[in-house]
């Protein structure tokens, strides 16, 4: 990292706290935490210490965490990340079951911009058996901050390596860009682009978004739509999304059939997540997705 990639100090920081504006926090080797003054909107945590880095929590507009973090029932579930089950056979989702796996391991920041849109910029390596397969450079944004929404900006190119990469589902539809809900939002509901609001329906069917909506474990309800980027090679996405026994959404890109990529050749997607408080309503979410596809 360059000094002039980094664009927050400690004291600018604090700063921001006291003013109540947007700030970031860095715990070097663990996490970078999104803020708005002291309401935390997201975390993006990186350790190697884990097989893969992701965001969790990711907050409700109160700061209510909305996302599950190495559940017992599902450890390799890690708040919001983007995985695979089967690239070139190596299982990048997984942790413990048997099989061949990967991890994406992070390498660096290119850039930690604590200033208004907040963003991080990191490489990561998918490394199978000491070979590095893909290298993905992730952009973690948030585009805009109010007091109804916390929006979250996610790109990630895959850049293939010397080697032809097959990203597969086999079987594993939800691959893809995945939130693992918190307990309170188990057995909830689902509404997306088209209407659809029967999960077994929802379920598979390509939508410009898909959301999500539980319990916010206060007595309330709280919810997080997916929706696609408009540079996204296949579109529209189509989108995984269960509710029993736990609750779990995901833009699965390869739900029906694989992604490969030729040595050298890039993939982008991005896909902005929003949480919102309430129940999903569709002409409020379109409105939420308008103002941030034109910034």
């Given at each position: 990292m360059t000094r002039r990639s980094i664009?927050?100090?400690?004291?600018?920081?604090?700063?921001?706290?006291?003013?109540?504006?947007?700030?970031?926090?860095?715990?070097?080797?663990?996490?970078?935490?999104?803020?708005?003054?002291?309401?935390?909107?997201?975390?993006?945590?990186?350790?190697?210490?884990?097989p893969k880095s992701y965001v969790h929590p990711l907050c409700s507009p109160?700061?209510?965490?909305?996302?599950?973090?190495?559940?017992?029932?599902?450890?390799?579930?890690?708040?919001?990340?983007?995985?695979?089950?089967?690239?070139?056979?190596?299982?990048?989702?997984?942790?413990?079951?048997?099989?061949?796996?990967?991890?994406?391991?992070?390498?660096r920041f290119d850039q930690i911009h604590g200033r208004a849109p907040l963003s991080i910029a990191s490489v990561e390596h998918w490394v199978a058996d000491g070979e590095v397969l893909l290298v993905e450079r992730r952009t973690i944004r948030a585009p805009r901050i109010s007091p109804d929404a916390v929006r979250l900006e996610w790109t990630s190119e895959l850049t293939a390596q010397?080697?032809?990469?097959?990203?597969?589902?086999?079987?594993?539809?939800?691959?893809?860009?995945?939130?693992?809900?918190?307990?309170?939002?188990d057995g909830g509901s689902v509404l997306n682009a088209?209407?659809?609001?029967?999960?077994?329906?929802?379920?598979?069917?390509?939508?410009?978004?898909?959301?999500?909506?539980?319990?916010?474990?206060?007595?309330?309800s709280a919810g997080v739509a997916i929706a696609?980027?408009?540079?996204?090679?296949?579109?529209p996405t189509p989108f995984f999304v269960m509710n029993q026994p736990f609750g779990y959404l995901s833009a699965a890109p390869t739900f029906r059939e694989p992604l490969e990529l030729k040595p050298?050749?890039?993939?982008?997607?991005?896909?902005?997540?929003?949480?919102?408080?309430g129940p999903a309503e569709a002409e409020r979410i379109n409105k939420l997705i308008a103002g941030l596809r034109k910034k």
């Open positions: 664009l927050f100090t400690p004291l600018a920081a604090r700063a921001a706290a006291a003013a109540g504006g947007p700030r970031l926090e860095h715990k070097t080797g663990e996490k970078v935490s999104f803020l708005y003054g002291d309401r935390l909107l997201f975390e993006y945590r990186y350790t190697r210490a884990k109160d700061g209510t965490p909305l996302t599950l973090d190495s559940p017992h029932d599902h450890v390799h579930h890690r708040g919001l990340m983007l995985a695979w089950s089967d690239v070139n056979g190596y299982d990048f989702w997984g942790e413990e079951n048997p099989g061949r796996h990967g991890k994406i391991v992070f390498e010397g080697k032809p990469v097959v990203l597969s589902a086999k079987g594993h539809e939800y691959n893809g860009l995945g939130i693992r809900f918190a307990r309170g939002m088209a209407g659809e609001n029967d999960i077994a329906k929802a379920n598979g069917q390509a939508a410009e978004w898909c959301a999500y909506t539980g319990g916010d474990g206060k007595g309330g696609e980027g408009p540079e996204n090679s296949r579109r050298g050749q890039s993939l982008t997607l991005r896909y902005h997540v929003i949480t919102f408080a």
